[in-house]
């Protein structure tokens, strides 16, 4: 059974096109052409070459996160294809400033005191920022909105 092979059984539930090459995977949506791309790195200790760890990155949108297990990775794909997670980014004066994901339960409750909690910002700095929204479906996708 090869490492990727989890990536099968996840396309039998979501339509995905999927490349695999080398370290390095692509699954992208036949409907919104979003895709997920996953890195995998080995990394060696600083005080031991035979000391080594594996990493993989996971990205999506503008977002990305790092795992060391594959079933971590595994889950995360699952969550961002069920728009479970949703990556969000953050403007001032038409300039990017940062980012990060929100669940889709705070979704529908995006006002400026809840972003502020999310992200651990007052909510005075966050009233001059602006936000658009990403999701696998599409479904929860936003054009830059004012935070109120």
């Given amino acids: 059974m090869g490492k990727w092979d989890f990536l099968y059984d996840i396309q039998k539930v ?3 096109d999927l490349s695999i090459k ?6 992208t949506n036949r409907s919104t052409g979003e895709s997920i791309e996953v890195f995998e790195e080995e990394y060696s200790s600083a ?3 035979t000391d080594s760890f594996i990493e993989y990155t ?3 949108s503008t977002q990305h996160r790092h795992f060391e ?3 971590n990775v595994e889950q995360y794909i699952i969550q ?19 980012g990060g994901e929100i669940k889709r339960v705070d979704y529908d409750g995006l006002t400026k005191d809840h972003l502020a909690g999310l992200f651990g910002y007052s909510a005075e700095y966050m009233s001059g920022f602006e936000y658009e ?7 929860y996708n936003t054009k830059r909105r004012r935070i109120e």
């Fill in 133 to 139: 929204i990403h999701s696998w479906s599409g479904r």
């Fill in 58 to 60: 996971v990205c999506f």
């Fill in 47 to 49: 005080d031991s070459e």
């Fill in 22 to 27: 080398n370290d390095e995977v692509k699954l």
């Fill in 14 to 16: 979501f339509a995905f």
């Fill in 80 to 98: 961002v294809m069920n728009d479970e997670v949703l990556p969000i980014e953050f403007f001032l004066h038409r300039e990017r400033r940062f």
């Fill in 69 to 71: 297990d594959l079933s």
